[in-house]
């Protein structure tokens, strides 16, 4: 079992800058792809951005490349969204996820959530 908790999230001005944090606890965090989605109030859930374990390659949506940077510190069992240049479409919940083996861009493929951080973007 694996426990996520989020934070970093909160209000910020158009253009502005947020860093989000994902701690995980319950087992060998090194080994897990990890994941950011967010949901908007009204809208599905999307992927933002995900990092393998081992090779720490990334991948992001296209609506984020650019401006977000996912990074993880395997020592710390922490894995960040670093977000600039937010827009007010940007405003959701962000949740972290993770899975056993590699990374992804959908949902589905993740074992463990977070409950997520509110993340809100002024204009």
């Known amino acids: 079992q694996v426990q996520l908790v989020e934070s970093g999230g909160g209000l910020v001005q158009t253009g502005g800058s947020l860093r989000l944090s994902c701690t995980a606890s319950?087992?060998?965090?090194?080994?897990?792809?990890m994941g950011w989605f967010r949901r908007a109030p009204g809208k599905e859930r999307e992927f933002v951005a995900a990092i393998s374990w081992g090779t720490a390659r990334t991948e992001y949506a296209d609506s984020v490349k650019g401006r977000f940077t996912i990074s993880r510190d395997n020592t710390k069992n922490t894995v960040y969204l670093r977000m600039e240049s937010l827009k007010p479409e940007d405003t959701a919940v962000y949740c972290c996820?993770?899975?056993?083996?590699?990374?992804?861009?959908?949902?589905?493929?993740?074992?463990?959530w977070g409950q997520g951080t509110q993340v809100t973007v002024s204009s």
């Open positions: 996820a993770a899975r056993s083996s590699g990374r992804s861009r959908y949902a589905a493929a993740y074992d463990y």
């Open positions: 319950g087992r060998t965090f090194s080994s897990y792809g």
